[in-house]
Protein backbone atom coordinates (compact mmCIF):
# COMPACT_ATOMS: atom_id res chain seq x y z
CA UNK A 1 0.00 0.00 0.00
CA UNK A 2 1.64 3.54 -0.74
CA UNK A 3 2.29 5.78 1.70
CA UNK A 4 -0.39 8.59 1.88
CA UNK A 5 1.84 12.00 2.30
CA UNK A 6 -1.60 14.41 1.12
CA UNK A 7 -2.53 16.56 4.32
CA UNK A 8 -5.59 18.29 3.67
CA UNK A 9 -6.69 21.95 4.92
CA UNK A 10 -9.31 22.56 7.49
CA UNK A 11 -10.98 24.40 4.80
CA UNK A 12 -11.17 20.86 2.59
CA UNK A 13 -12.32 19.08 5.62
CA UNK A 14 -15.08 21.27 6.18
CA UNK A 15 -15.73 21.09 2.30
CA UNK A 16 -15.61 17.66 1.79
CA UNK A 17 -18.13 17.52 5.79
CA UNK A 18 -20.62 19.42 3.78
CA UNK A 19 -21.08 17.43 0.61
CA UNK A 20 -21.02 14.52 2.48
CA UNK A 21 -24.05 15.55 4.84
CA UNK A 22 -26.39 15.07 1.37
CA UNK A 23 -25.54 11.71 1.16
CA UNK A 24 -24.91 10.20 4.25
CA UNK A 25 -26.39 6.29 4.39
CA UNK A 26 -27.26 7.25 0.78
CA UNK A 27 -24.17 6.66 -1.22
CA UNK A 28 -20.20 6.01 -0.94
CA UNK A 29 -16.92 7.08 -1.62
CA UNK A 30 -17.32 7.10 -5.37
CA UNK A 31 -20.32 9.29 -5.37
CA UNK A 32 -18.91 11.76 -2.63
CA UNK A 33 -16.43 11.65 -4.61
CA UNK A 34 -18.17 12.44 -8.19
CA UNK A 35 -20.27 15.23 -6.11
CA UNK A 36 -17.09 16.75 -5.42
CA UNK A 37 -15.77 17.03 -8.72
CA UNK A 38 -19.02 18.41 -10.56
CA UNK A 39 -20.13 15.38 -11.83
CA UNK A 40 -23.79 15.44 -13.77
CA UNK A 41 -24.04 11.60 -13.73
CA UNK A 42 -27.93 10.82 -13.16
CA UNK A 43 -27.33 9.62 -9.94
CA UNK A 44 -26.10 13.09 -8.92
CA UNK A 45 -28.59 15.20 -10.14
CA UNK A 46 -31.10 12.83 -9.11
CA UNK A 47 -30.16 13.29 -5.68
CA UNK A 48 -29.82 16.95 -6.08
CA UNK A 49 -26.07 17.13 -5.26
CA UNK A 50 -25.89 19.81 -7.77
CA UNK A 51 -27.65 22.12 -5.19
CA UNK A 52 -24.90 21.34 -2.36
CA UNK A 53 -22.54 24.29 -1.30
CA UNK A 54 -19.52 22.14 -2.23
CA UNK A 55 -20.31 20.74 -5.40
CA UNK A 56 -18.09 20.89 -8.01
CA UNK A 57 -15.53 22.01 -4.95
CA UNK A 58 -12.77 19.80 -6.49
CA UNK A 59 -13.54 20.48 -9.84
CA UNK A 60 -10.57 21.10 -11.47
CA UNK A 61 -9.17 17.56 -9.99
CA UNK A 62 -8.63 14.09 -11.28
CA UNK A 63 -11.62 11.56 -9.63
CA UNK A 64 -8.65 10.00 -7.88
CA UNK A 65 -6.89 12.40 -6.50
CA UNK A 66 -10.64 13.31 -4.95
CA UNK A 67 -11.03 10.02 -3.89
CA UNK A 68 -7.83 10.03 -1.80
CA UNK A 69 -8.78 13.08 -0.32
CA UNK A 70 -11.68 11.54 0.83
CA UNK A 71 -9.54 8.52 1.89
CA UNK A 72 -7.90 10.53 4.15
CA UNK A 73 -10.61 12.32 5.84
CA UNK A 74 -11.94 8.25 6.31
CA UNK A 75 -8.50 7.41 7.96
CA UNK A 76 -8.15 10.87 9.84
CA UNK A 77 -11.71 9.78 11.46
CA UNK A 78 -13.80 12.52 9.81
CA UNK A 79 -15.86 9.76 7.83
CA UNK A 80 -16.27 6.35 7.96
CA UNK A 81 -18.48 3.59 6.25
CA UNK A 82 -21.25 1.24 7.25
CA UNK A 83 -22.95 -1.47 5.43
CA UNK A 84 -26.55 -0.43 4.49
CA UNK A 85 -27.76 -3.37 2.16
CA UNK A 86 -25.18 -4.37 -0.10
CA UNK A 87 -23.34 -1.18 0.08
CA UNK A 88 -20.63 0.66 1.74
CA UNK A 89 -22.03 4.10 2.49
CA UNK A 90 -20.37 7.20 4.01
CA UNK A 91 -21.05 8.27 7.23
CA UNK A 92 -20.40 10.64 10.14
CA UNK A 93 -18.16 9.59 12.44
CA UNK A 94 -18.63 11.98 15.91
CA UNK A 95 -15.87 13.89 15.11
CA UNK A 96 -16.94 14.65 11.99
CA UNK A 97 -20.46 15.48 12.77
CA UNK A 98 -19.11 18.23 15.32
CA UNK A 99 -17.66 19.60 12.37
CA UNK A 100 -20.84 19.89 10.48
CA UNK A 101 -23.67 20.49 12.74
CA UNK A 102 -20.98 23.36 14.09
CA UNK A 103 -20.76 24.90 10.33
CA UNK A 104 -23.95 23.95 8.87
CA UNK A 105 -25.93 25.68 11.68
CA UNK A 106 -23.99 28.74 10.71
CA UNK A 107 -25.30 28.12 7.42
CA UNK A 108 -28.87 28.10 8.36
CA UNK A 109 -28.54 30.91 10.54
CA UNK A 110 -26.44 33.00 7.92
CA UNK A 111 -29.52 31.95 5.25
CA UNK A 112 -32.15 33.42 8.26
CA UNK A 113 -29.95 36.57 8.12
CA UNK A 114 -30.06 37.13 4.06
CA UNK A 115 -33.96 36.93 4.54
CA UNK A 116 -33.88 39.57 6.78
CA UNK A 117 -31.94 41.69 4.65
CA UNK A 118 -34.29 40.76 1.22
CA UNK A 119 -37.22 41.64 3.48
CA UNK A 120 -38.52 37.73 3.23
CA UNK A 121 -41.44 37.64 5.65
CA UNK A 122 -43.31 34.32 5.08
CA UNK A 123 -40.66 31.48 4.36
CA UNK A 124 -42.04 27.90 4.95
CA UNK A 125 -39.80 26.83 7.62
CA UNK A 126 -41.05 23.12 6.99
CA UNK A 127 -37.58 22.71 5.89
CA UNK A 128 -36.29 22.54 9.80
CA UNK A 129 -38.52 19.68 10.74
CA UNK A 130 -37.56 16.09 11.23
CA UNK A 131 -33.59 17.32 11.40
CA UNK A 132 -30.80 15.73 14.12
CA UNK A 133 -32.58 17.22 17.48
CA UNK A 134 -28.75 18.08 19.00
CA UNK A 135 -27.97 19.97 15.57
CA UNK A 136 -32.02 21.87 16.32
CA UNK A 137 -30.84 22.77 19.63
CA UNK A 138 -27.28 24.02 18.46
CA UNK A 139 -29.19 26.17 16.11
CA UNK A 140 -31.46 27.90 18.76
CA UNK A 141 -28.18 27.96 20.70
CA UNK A 142 -26.80 30.20 18.33
CA UNK A 143 -29.94 32.16 17.55
CA UNK A 144 -30.03 33.15 21.39
CA UNK A 145 -26.28 33.75 21.83
CA UNK A 146 -26.96 36.34 18.31
CA UNK A 147 -29.76 38.26 20.46
CA UNK A 148 -30.94 39.41 16.80
CA UNK A 149 -34.49 40.34 17.46
CA UNK A 150 -35.11 40.08 13.72
CA UNK A 151 -35.21 36.65 14.06
CA UNK A 152 -38.20 36.69 16.17
CA UNK A 153 -41.13 36.67 13.48
CA UNK A 154 -38.75 33.29 11.98
CA UNK A 155 -39.10 31.56 15.27
CA UNK A 156 -42.52 32.06 15.35
CA UNK A 157 -43.02 30.62 12.37
CA UNK A 158 -40.72 27.72 13.01
CA UNK A 159 -42.66 27.15 16.69
CA UNK A 160 -46.23 26.85 14.51
CA UNK A 161 -44.99 24.18 12.21
CA UNK A 162 -43.05 22.46 14.55
CA UNK A 163 -43.82 19.51 17.33
CA UNK A 164 -44.22 19.81 20.86
CA UNK A 165 -41.41 19.11 22.23
CA UNK A 166 -39.22 21.77 19.95
CA UNK A 167 -42.05 24.07 20.33
CA UNK A 168 -40.85 24.78 24.16
CA UNK A 169 -37.36 25.20 23.25
CA UNK A 170 -38.64 27.72 20.64
CA UNK A 171 -40.30 29.78 23.18
CA UNK A 172 -37.71 29.67 25.57
CA UNK A 173 -35.15 31.08 22.69
CA UNK A 174 -38.28 33.85 21.50
CA UNK A 175 -37.90 34.78 25.63
CA UNK A 176 -34.46 34.89 25.86
CA UNK A 177 -33.79 37.10 22.92
CA UNK A 178 -37.01 39.58 23.91
CA UNK A 179 -35.21 39.86 27.25
CA UNK A 180 -31.70 40.16 25.97
CA UNK A 181 -30.69 37.41 28.58
CA UNK A 182 -26.76 37.66 28.78
CA UNK A 183 -24.81 35.44 26.68
CA UNK A 184 -22.22 33.03 28.27
CA UNK A 185 -19.21 33.45 26.51
CA UNK A 186 -17.70 30.59 28.30
CA UNK A 187 -19.78 27.92 26.48
CA UNK A 188 -19.11 29.87 23.05
CA UNK A 189 -15.56 29.19 23.73
CA UNK A 190 -15.56 25.72 24.53
CA UNK A 191 -17.71 24.97 21.90
CA UNK A 192 -15.17 26.50 19.67
CA UNK A 193 -12.27 25.08 21.44
CA UNK A 194 -14.46 21.57 20.84
CA UNK A 195 -14.42 21.88 16.76
CA UNK A 196 -10.73 23.59 16.92
CA UNK A 197 -9.56 20.22 18.44
CA UNK A 198 -12.02 18.04 16.41
CA UNK A 199 -10.55 19.57 13.29
CA UNK A 200 -7.11 18.00 14.19
CA UNK A 201 -8.23 14.33 13.01
CA UNK A 202 -6.82 11.28 14.52
CA UNK A 203 -3.25 9.46 13.04
CA UNK A 204 -3.97 5.63 12.34
CA UNK A 205 -1.75 3.63 14.43
CA UNK A 206 -0.85 -0.18 14.77
CA UNK A 207 -3.16 -1.50 17.48
CA UNK A 208 -3.62 -5.20 18.64
CA UNK A 209 -6.69 -6.69 18.85
CA UNK A 210 -7.64 -10.51 20.73
CA UNK A 211 -8.60 -13.37 18.31
CA UNK A 212 -12.30 -14.77 19.26
CA UNK A 213 -11.44 -18.13 18.54
CA UNK A 214 -7.84 -18.84 19.86
CA UNK A 215 -8.14 -15.67 22.66
CA UNK A 216 -3.98 -14.74 21.14
CA UNK A 217 -3.44 -11.09 21.02
CA UNK A 218 -2.97 -10.36 17.00
CA UNK A 219 -1.89 -7.11 15.35
CA UNK A 220 -4.33 -4.94 13.26
CA UNK A 221 -2.40 -2.92 11.29
CA UNK A 222 -3.38 0.41 9.83
CA UNK A 223 -2.96 -0.70 5.99
CA UNK A 224 -5.64 -2.68 7.16
CA UNK A 225 -7.86 -0.76 9.11
CA UNK A 226 -7.27 2.22 5.79
CA UNK A 227 -9.30 -1.26 4.18
CA UNK A 228 -11.82 -2.07 6.48
CA UNK A 229 -12.77 1.13 6.78
CA UNK A 230 -12.74 2.24 3.51
CA UNK A 231 -15.02 -1.10 2.53
CA UNK A 232 -17.59 -0.58 5.88
CA UNK A 233 -16.28 -4.18 7.23
CA UNK A 234 -16.53 -4.57 11.12
CA UNK A 235 -13.13 -5.17 13.29
CA UNK A 236 -11.61 -8.61 12.17
CA UNK A 237 -12.79 -11.37 14.60
CA UNK A 238 -10.03 -13.74 14.30
CA UNK A 239 -6.09 -13.49 14.64
CA UNK A 240 -4.26 -14.17 10.89
CA UNK A 241 -3.99 -18.00 11.82
CA UNK A 242 -7.02 -19.07 12.80
CA UNK A 243 -9.08 -17.00 9.98
CA UNK A 244 -6.52 -19.12 7.67
CA UNK A 245 -8.02 -21.83 9.45
CA UNK A 246 -11.48 -21.27 8.98
CA UNK A 247 -11.78 -20.90 5.31
CA UNK A 248 -9.80 -24.03 4.88
ZN1 LIG B 1 -6.70 -16.98 16.75
Not at 47 to 59: H, R, S
Not at 72 to 87: A, C, Q, R, V
Not at 91 to 103: A, C, H, K, P, Y
Not at 117 to 129: A, S, V
Request: aromatic share 10%; charged share 35%; glycine share 4%.
Amino acid sequence: MKAKTIQLTHEEIKIILRAADSIIAEGGRTLLAKMLKGSREKKVLELELDKNPAYGFYKQEKLEVVMEKIDWMIDHSFLTTEYFGKLPMIVFTERGWLIESDQYTDELIHEWEKWIFRGKTKPDMNYLKDRNRGMILLMLQKIRESGNKSFIPYLTLWKENEYKKFQAEISQTIKAIEEQVPVDEAVIRERENKVQEALKGVTLNDYSLKCFECGERFVFPVAEQRFYRQKGFKLPKRCPECREKKWK
